[in-house]
């Protein structure tokens, strides 16, 4: 039976890294233990593509030690890195994924950030890393600082399909539903308000009549009342969207509305 080691094509560089440094002791170490290490990793986080992933760091960072043959005890050590490496992998992951859930369930009750602490906080990252560098050098900074987008994928998908809907089609107005202490709706308000008159509403309920709506203006922490908010003549273009947290009932109780008022309006004209 032939011997067959793990491989993928990112392992395979690794290897090739790896094997520059001192080829007959960390090819020695790789052939013996990298699939084990693999096995190891994929039984301790569930998940192979992850596995390899941190196996494929670990090994890196074998290679840049300067003479990892000195070491008492290679393989725990490799093995000990490697864990601790899954260990903050797992922790970031745990991570973006509440926050994932805090913008969906909209616990978020600040509101909008203004422009201010949105850069406030670019700077104070930026600080970070800049002080990161200084002390570890640009080359190792890789090691000490990472930086993630932790927005969830469903409020990105909204955003992006309201920007390209906006680019696409001039509206005549745009309604926005979902609660008022929603981060990501009150994101999507914001992106439509830049290109189209916007109301932002909590439920169908604000939807009083074609001559009456409750809102949230962008950048307002109170719900005020609009009249003549939807044109009573001529063709009408209404585009609708809803925060990722917002049930489907409730937009599809608001187009419902919408339909019954733009037509309503069609048959007095």
């Known amino acids: 039976m032939r011997n067959v080691l793990w491989y993928d094509r990112a392992a395979s560089a690794t290897h090739c890294q790896v094997l520059k440094q001192n080829p007959e ?51 725990a050590y490799l093995f000990q890195m490697a864990s601790n490496l899954g260990v903050d992998r797992a922790r970031r992951q745990a991570l973006e994924q509440r926050v994932c859930r805090e913008q969906l ?27 990161l560098e200084d002390r570890y050098g ?27 809907l906006l680019k696409e089609h001039p509206l005549d107005l745009m309604i926005v539903v979902g609660g008022y202490n929603s981060s990501n709706t009150l994101n999507l308000a914001r992106i439509c308000a830049g290109r189209a008159p916007t109301y932002h509403v909590a439920d169908d309920d604000c939807l009083v009549s074609p001559d009456e709506i409750r809102h949230r203006p962008v950048g307002q922490k ?30 599809g109780a608001a187009i419902l509305k919408i339909a019954a008022f733009a037509n309503a309006s069609a048959d007095t004209r």
């Open 222 to 251: 109170a719900e005020v009342t609009a009249r003549e908010w939807m044109p009573a003549s001529g063709p009408l273009r209404v585009g609708l969207t809803a925060g990722a947290s917002t049930p489907d009932n409730l937009v």
């Open 105 to 131: 369930l909209g616990n978020s009750g600040e509101g909008l950030p203004s422009a201010e602490r949105s850069v406030a906080a670019e700077e104070s990252i930026e600080l970070v890393r800049q002080a």
């Open 25 to 75: 002791f960390l090819l020695e170490l790789f052939q013996e233990h990298s699939t084990p290490l693999l096995k190891f990793l994929t039984s301790r986080f569930r998940d192979r593509e992850d596995a390899a992933e941190i196996a494929q760091e670990a090994w890196l960072r074998m290679h840049r030690l300067e003479n990892p043959e000195q070491l008492s005890n290679p393989k």
């Open 138 to 164: 640009a080359c190792a900074l890789a090691e000490h600082y990472r930086a993630f987008d932790t927005i969830c994928s469903a409020t990105q998908d909204r955003q992006d399909a309201v920007v390209a």
